[in-house]
Every structure is written in C-alpha cells, then in structure tokens.
C-alpha cells in the first residue's frame, strides 16, 4: 500500500528565509508525486507535480521539489520565504498511468508559519 | 482552466436535518470526482469515489445511507448528509479528475459544515 510521510508537523521561518519541506512515500514503484498548499478554509492548490523525467520539479509561486529515488524523498524547497507562503502544505502520492481513476494519498501536513 | 466550484461554501444547520453540498468542474468534464472530510489540523480523508452515471465507492467506515454521493453528469455531484448530527461538522472538499493517464485532482475551495 503507497504512504506518505511528513515528518514535520510544524515549522516556523524567516521571512526571506529558505526553506525546506520533506515528504518520504513508500510505494512499490515510482509514484507520482504531488504537492499542495492549502490556505486557511480554502481548498488545495497544486504546487507542483512529478510523474517522470527531470528530477528537479518547478512549480508555482518559486516553489520547486526534488524527487530523490534513493531515498523515496521528494522535498518541497522555496529559496525566500514569503509572508504570504503562511499555510499549509501537503504532500501527495498516487500510482501512475491508472487513466485518472486512482486513489491519491495525502501526507498529514506541514504548517508553515512565517515571522517577520 | 480547470476549475472545480463548490456551493455553499459553509452552511449551518440543525441536527437532523439534511445538507446538500454541490461539486461542478465549470471548464472540463469531470469523469471522476472524489469527496474528502477534513477535520481541523488533520489531512484530507477520502470520503467516497463518484464516477459519472454509476454509483459511488465508498471508503471502509463511511456510511453511504448517511452520505449520499450523486453524480448525474460530467460536471456536477453531489453529497447529501442525512439527518446530520454535531459531530458531522467538518471540512468537506471535492475533487475532479479526468481520463488520460494521470492522476491529477483539481480541487474545490470546500464547504464548511457546522451542525448545531
């Protein structure tokens, strides 16, 4: 069965400050991998998304993520912090080429708050 | 593109009376659409599975006479919480796919439901 693994439960940073997201999955194969931010009462936003080819994954609002097959990581990375990157965010497995009928599995979350 | 509406986005009502909440993809047809509940600080539980025309996969533990799931067509579903009770208060989120191989959802802004 696919898992998904955000070991922090809650993380505090700088604005301007870098940052750095894990997610560990288990999965018997490559998964396709996916992350979401989800502002308070709002749904999801997709980030990003990683199905094959270049490991190193661009998204939107300057987030990037690398999928790392060896050590089934594929952390969530953002060079300056924004304020506004106050949320939470969730990272995401599901099994490929299933025609969009699959189940996806959803991390239990990172709280991202931003300090001045 | 790809959006996925939800309405109402919160609503309040009486413990055992009847809650309709309304999922529609307003640029795509949505062959799949998924329910989740999201408890506070918790991350999304999938609810039950919808497939256009057929009727709903439900979850182990989620019980169907008390979540009616409708999808009568490519663009919209449903989910009716029957006789609602307190402890149904919750996040309720749709998502929407569509075929062609991958697994990517597109996700409606939720609906909070509080019950009194």
């Known amino acids: 069965a696919q898992s998904v693994t955000q070991p922090d439960i809650h993380i505090t940073v700088s604005e301007g400050a870098s940052l750095e997201l894990r997610c560990n999955y288990s999965?018997?194969?490559?998964?396709?991998l996916f992350w979401y931010v989800q502002s308070p009462g709002q749904g999801l936003q997709l980030l990003l998304k990683y199905f094959s080819g270049d490991t190193l994954v661009q998204g939107i609002k300057g987030f990037e993520a690398e999928f790392k097959r060896s050590q089934s990581s594929f952390n969530l990375r953002k060079p300056s912090v924004h304020w506004s990157d106050a949320a939470e965010y969730f990272c995401?497995?599901?099994?490929?080429?299933?025609?969009?009928?699959?189940?996806?599995?959803f991390g239990t979350g990172t709280k991202l708050q931003v300090i001045p | 593109g790809a959006v996925v509406s939800q309405h109402p986005s919160w609503v309040i009502c009486k413990s055992g009376t009847s809650v309709k909440i309304e999922c529609r993809s307003l640029?795509?047809?949505?062959?799949?659409m998924f329910w989740y509940r999201q408890f506070p600080k918790q991350s999304l539980m999938l609810m039950a599975t919808s497939n256009e025309g057929s009727k709903a996969t439900y979850e182990q533990g989620v019980e169907k006479d008390k979540f009616l799931i409708n999808h009568a067509s490519l663009t919209l579903s449903t989910l009716t919480v029957t006789s609602a009770h307190p402890e149904d208060s919750s996040f309720y989120i749709c998502s929407a796919t569509t075929s062609g191989g991958y697994n990517e959802q597109f996700f409606g802004p939720g609906t909070r439901l509080t019950v009194l």
């Open positions: 995401a497995v599901g099994p490929p080429g299933s025609g969009g009928y699959q189940k996806v599995t």
């Open positions: 640029d795509f047809q949505a062959t799949t």
């Open positions: 999965y018997g194969a490559t998964p396709y």
